[in-house]
C-alpha cells in the first residue's frame, strides 16, 4: 500500500540514451511534481501538474518531458542523456496546489548517465 | 524561485543534547513554512510545518520557532536521539497564481552521536 511508488530505483544508462521513469501515487492527490536531488543534496523542483495540467515548468532543458495520463500518474521522460543529468528524481503528490498542502514523495530514482 | 538561506551546513549533536537549524528567507512572498526530514535512501517526509499567525508550534521533541520581523524560522530537537540523524530542510514555497512548489534550502546534514 505505497503511498507514491517510482520505478526504476536505479538507472544506469549511456549518454545520449532516452529513458523513462514513472510516478504513481495511490493518495487520490490532484497534483504530483518532479524533483531532481543532485550530489549535493539540493532539491529543485522541475515540474508539477494539477489535474494532468501543467502548472509549473521551471528552467529545465526541453530534453525532459513529464507526461501524466491521469491524475495518479505523472511520468517524466529525458531524451539524449548527458553527464550532468545523473541525480536522484524525486515524484511527490498533494491534495491541492496551493501550497499549504504536504507534499508525500516517493522513495526515488538514482539516475547514472555513463 | 525566491532563495532561502538554510544554517548550519552541518550539525554533530551529542544524545540528549538539542540540535537547532535555522532558516531565513528574503522577502515576504511565503505563508507556510514546512521543515521536511529525509534519511539516506528514502524521499523527503514532512516533520513539522507553521503558518506565519503563530509564532510557535511543538510536536514533541519538534519545534518550530517563527520570527517574521527578522523573516527567521528555525527548527529545534530537544533531547535529540540517534534516530533523528538526517539531513533537514526548510522548503516554504512561494505563493504564485499557480503551483506551489517546495522551494528547499540546501539542507543541514544532523549526526546524533550516542
Known amino acids: 500500500d505505497t503511498a507514491v511508488s517510482q520505478t526504476p530505483k536505479y538507472l544506469v544508462t549511456q549518454m545520449g540514451n532516452d529513458k523513462s521513469i514513472k510516478c504513481e501515487q495511490n493518495l487520490g492527490h490532484d497534483t504530483m511534481y518532479w524533483y531532481k536531488q543532485d550530489s549535493k543534496k539540493f532539491l529543485k523542483i522541475m515540474f508539477s501538474y494539477n489535474n494532468k495540467e501543467l502548472i509549473i515548468n521551471e528552467t529545465v532543458p526541453n530534453r525532459f518531458s513529464p507526461k501524466s495520463p491521469d491524475k495518479a500518474h505523472l511520468n517524466l521522460h529525458i531524451n539524449s542523456l548527458e553527464l550532468g543529468d545523473s541525480a536522484v528524481y524525486f515524484c511527490a503528490s498533494s491534495q491541492g496546489h496551493t501550497g499549504t498542502y504536504e507534499q508525500y514523495f516517493g522513495p526515488g530514482t538514482r539516475l547514472t548517465v555513463t | 524561485q525566491q532563495q532561502v538561506k538554510q544554517s548550519p551546513q552541518s550539525l554533530i549533536v551529542q544524545k540528549g543534547g538539542i540540535s537547532i537549524i535555522n532558516c531565513a528567507y528574503e522577502?515576504?512572498?511565503?505563508?507556510?513554512f514546512p521543515w521536511y526530514q529525509q534519511f539516506p535512501g528514502k524521499g523527503p517526509a514532512l516533520l513539522i510545518a507553521?503558518?506565519?499567525?503563530?509564532s510557535e508550534k511543538k510536536e514533541g521533541r519538534f519545534t518550530i520557532s517563527f520570527n517574521k520581523s527578522a523573516k527567521q524560522f528555525s527548527l529545534h530537537i530537544m533531547d535529540s536521539q540517534p534516530g533523528d540523524s538526517a539531513t533537514y530542510f526548510c522548503?516554504?514555497?512561494?505563493?504564485?497564481?499557480?503551483?506551489?512548489?517546495?522551494?528547499f534550502g540546501k539542507g543541514t546534514s544532523l549526526l546524533v552521536t550516542p
Open positions: 522577502n515576504t512572498a511565503f505563508d507556510y
Open positions: 507553521i503558518r506565519p499567525d503563530v
Open positions: 522548503a516554504p514555497p512561494p505563493r504564485s497564481n499557480s503551483g506551489y512548489a517546495l522551494n
